[in-house]
Every structure is written in C-alpha cells, then in structure tokens.
Nanobody, 123 residues
C-alpha cells in the first residue's frame, strides 16, 4: 500500500555534489521518521541520516558537515544533498520511511524501503 521511489544517483567525481530524492506514495495517513541508509560494496548497510516529522535531524559522523537531509511533508518526499563527495561515499543508497497508512477501516504501521540508487564517486 505504500511505495518509496528514489532518484538522483549517478557517477560524480570526488569533490562533486549530488542530490537524492525519495517520494512516498500510497494510502498514507502520516509519515514519522524518514531517512537514508547506504550499503558500500562488500559491506553492511549503514545509517546515513534521518529526519523526523518535526524536522529533527541525525547524521552519521562520516557525513556530518557534507550531507544535508531535508523533507517536504506536503509532498511526502525526503531529500539528501551530498556535497564534497569522496570515493568512500560510493554505495547503493536506500530511502527508508516509517509510515502509517490507511487499510480499510484501520490505520496500520509499516517500515518501507526504497529500491536503492547507486552513487559512484570517482577519484
């Protein structure tokens, strides 16, 4: 009932910038936290940044000062502005959202993941 669609990945040189977007769609009642995770090649998925419905943000130490997460509640969309990119930022980036959705007469909760978008930073 709820789907996340990501966009904005690609190939960029070290020092460059990219902006990722993730839009939620479906029978959405409300969205709590939204966030970005990433999985570098051969490594486990890790937290990048999260933002609550009230706008409170949290960042991994490795991206503080370089990445900015934001959201547009009216559009059910979360963004990740990535500046000063490094080769170590190369990964598949996944959007995550905690969503309350309408299911018949009820409102239910689900944690949803996007399909992932590849970011490659060349040195």
């Amino acid at each position: 009932q709820v789907r996340l669609v990501e966009s904005g990945g690609g190939l960029v040189q070290a020092g460059g910038s990219l902006r990722l977007s993730c839009a939620a769609s479906g029978s959405i009642f409300s969205i709590n936290a939204m966030g970005w995770f990433r999985q570098p090649p051969g490594k486990q998925r890790e937290l990048v940044a999260t933002v609550t419905s009230g706008g409170n943000t949290n960042y991994a130490d490795s991206v503080k000062g370089r990445f900015t997460i934001s959201r547009d509640n009216a559009k059910n969309t979360v963004y990740l502005q990535m500046n000063s990119l490094k080769p170590d930022d190369t990964a598949v980036y996944y959007c995550n959202s905690q969503v309350r959705f309408v299911s018949g007469p009820r409102v239910e909760y689900v944690e949803v993941w996007g399909q992932g978008t590849l970011v490659t930073v060349s040195s």
